[in-house]
């Protein structure tokens, strides 16, 4: 059964990156027609999409944080990255790593989520 | 504010049906399928309804979905308590090339 688990910073100071990683377990990272991306949610507030990546390297993001975003993929170890730069208060929020799958369009399986905090 | 609109609450009581409304645009929901997730607080989003109207395996039929023009329905019969939760709808904002998903309706079971 496929699994994802975030793991990385939980607090970060204004200004400085923020840095995820989602392990894949349970099924290939490299498995076509299945995409990666991240989530976010802050407290008490929806979700929001950050961006999504292909093993190929293929990369979305949202506009409304491409400049600060980047996201990266280790097929070699079923891994895929996060990194959101100067970041503010704003960007607290519980961030989750979840499959895309390109045939139905839906986020079928989820990380448990991390909640990351900036703060000083 | 998202672009795709559903109500902040809505309740009913124990058996009873309720349905949630997910109004977008002809950017949106108008172009391509809707997915919606639920949430339990605390916990991860799960996959309750994709492609409009289809049930992942493991959901109960008592879910189902719908859409029409520009807007997309959840239906939920036979409310349980475990029901309680944050629903949101999704799909892909083309005028935006973006996933969106909707504001998020929470679910009271009285």
């Known amino acids: 059964q496929l699994q994802l688990q975030e793991s990385g910073s939980s607090q970060v100071k204004p200004s400085e990156t923020l840095s995820l990683t989602c392990t894949v377990s349970?099924?290939?990272?490299?498995?076509?027609?299945?995409?990666w991306a991240w989530i976010r949610q802050p407290p008490g507030k929806g979700l929001e999409w950050i961006g999504t990546?292909?093993?190929?390297?293929?990369?979305d993001y949202n506009a409304s944080l491409k400049s600060r975003v980047t996201m990266s993929v280790d097929t070699s170890k079923d891994q895929f990255s996060l990194k959101l730069t100067s970041v503010t208060a704003a960007d607290t929020a519980v961030y989750y790593c979840a499959r895309l799958i390109g045939l139905s369009l839906s986020f079928d399986c989820w990380g448990q989520g991390t909640l990351v905090t900036v703060s000083s | 504010q998202s672009v795709l609109t559903q109500p902040p609450s809505v309740s009913a009581a124990p058996g009873q049906k309720v349905t949630i409304s997910c109004s977008g645009s002809?950017?949106?929901?108008?172009?391509?399928?809707v997915s919606w997730y639920q949430q339990v607080p605390g916990t991860a989003p799960k996959l309750l309804i994709y492609?409009?109207?289809k049930r992942p395996s493991g959901v109960p039929d008592r879910f189902s979905g719908s859409k029409s023009g520009t807007s997309a329905t959840l239906g939920i019969t036979g409310l349980q308590t475990g029901d309680e939760a944050d629903y949101y709808c999704k799909t892909w904002d083309t005028s935006l090339s973006a996933w969106v998903f909707g504001g998020g309706t929470k679910l009271t079971v009285l």
């Open positions: 002809s950017s949106n929901i108008g172009k391509t399928v």
């Open positions: 349970g099924g290939s990272i490299s498995s076509r027609g299945h995409y």
């Open positions: 990546i292909y093993y190929s390297g293929t990369i």
């Open positions: 492609e409009n109207n």
